[in-house]
């Protein structure tokens, strides 16, 4: 029943983990001229899976603050696995994490799906760095899913999150940001932890130092946007400015990439690189530096050095207990306490 429940969720995982990627790339690929005859616009891609026991409500006041929920059947407080979409943070929906819904549920394991504030909105604001917003919109939603407890009888302590591309970084920044609680603050969703029990990525950014990835990847070319640094032939060419700036954006560049925070009270984290197509080698240029396995390598040295546990798998490297990171989220969010 485990295998058949872990199966169902990595299905669906896919399919969200596919359209994160592919936003990410088309969003990198050159324009082509459009063809003469016009054709016709394609509908959206049907949102497959069960409805949410409670849809869009409203983390915030942003029309995009919004988080669907699918409640487990359970006569105790259940576990929740968070859902933060892809998409560099400039397009995606939760929409695609409903059919990863069911293979949780099954397991008592209730989820959480959300939408945020984008970069390039954040950007048009003012907002520095715009990277800011879909952050910030991640720790705010987590608290407010533990503001929910009672009422969604969810265990609040056991909230894993997970996701694709920037919605992988943003979870990766929630496991190892410290604690964003404000307990003197007179809103209670503010007053709730960002902590998290453990988290589980796939393809996920885990810096965004241009410095670090340049040398790990001397074709990397993703970030710069994050920080307000874009050029009119797309995001990526930005690049080598913001290398350039990167003295003076810094502090900013350390407080939004999750390899800053590391530290050895961290919970424990699964990375997924499904996409690496070759065996991966620092210095060597990649197929796709943007969700290369060489970035979850740069996180497990520092992992290492802190003495938290992680754990990297990517094609020719397995691990023999977890075949993906539905099978981790489903025994780490069951597992005894004292296996945290």
């Not at 533990?146 to 999150?161: H, L, P, Q």
């Amino acid at each position: 029943m485990f295998r058949i429940a872990v199966l169902a969720a990595c299905l669906g995982w896919l399919a969200a983990l596919g359209g994160a990627h592919a936003q990410d790339k088309a969003k990198d690929a050159p324009k082509k001229d459009a063809p003469k005859d016009k054709e016709k616009a394609k509908a959206p891609p049907k949102v497959t899976g069960p409805a949410p026991t409670v849809a869009d409500i409203h983390y915030g006041d942003h029309p995009r603050q919004v988080i669907d929920f699918w409640q487990a059947k359970s006569d105790k407080p259940t576990p929740v696995v968070l859902m933060i979409h892809g998409g560099g943070w400039v397009n995606g929906s939760k929409d695609g994490y409903r059919g990863a819904a069911p293979g949780f549920l099954k397991e008592g394991i209730s989820v959480a799906a959300i939408n945020y504030r984008m970069v390039p909105e954040a950007t048009k604001e003012g907002i520095d760095p715009p990277v800011k917003w879909p952050l910030s919109d991640a720790a705010r939603a987590l608290q407010f899913i533990r503001s929910k407890s009672k009422e969604w009888n969810i265990d609040k302590e056991r909230i894993g999150a997970t996701g694709g591309s920037a919605g992988g970084c943003s979870s990766l920044w929630l496991a190892f940001h410290p604690d964003m609680a404000n307990p003197d603050s007179t809103d209670p969703v503010a007053r709730e932890s960002t902590r998290l029990w453990c988290a589980a990525v796939q393809g996920a950014q885990t810096t965004l130092d241009p410095k670090v990835l340049r040398e790990w990847m001397p074709n990397y070319r993703y970030g710069g946007h994050a920080f307000a640094i874009t050029t009119e032939k797309g995001r990526d060419t930005a690049f080598p400015a913001f290398h350039d700036n990167r003295e003076k954006l810094l502090p900013k560049i350390n407080e939004y990439s999750p390899l800053f925070h590391v530290s050895k009270d961290d919970p424990p984290v699964f990375l997924e690189y499904g996409n690496q197509k070759k065996p991966p080698v620092k210095g060597e240029e990649q197929a796709d530096p943007t969700h290369s396995a060489l970035l979850g390598m740069i996180l497990m040295e520092k992992l290492k050095e802190a003495g938290v546990e992680g754990i990297l798998v990517y094609p020719g490297k397995d691990d023999p207990k977890y075949k993906n990171s539905a099978a981790y989220l489903i025994d780490r969010l069951k597992a005894p306490k004292k296996a945290n």
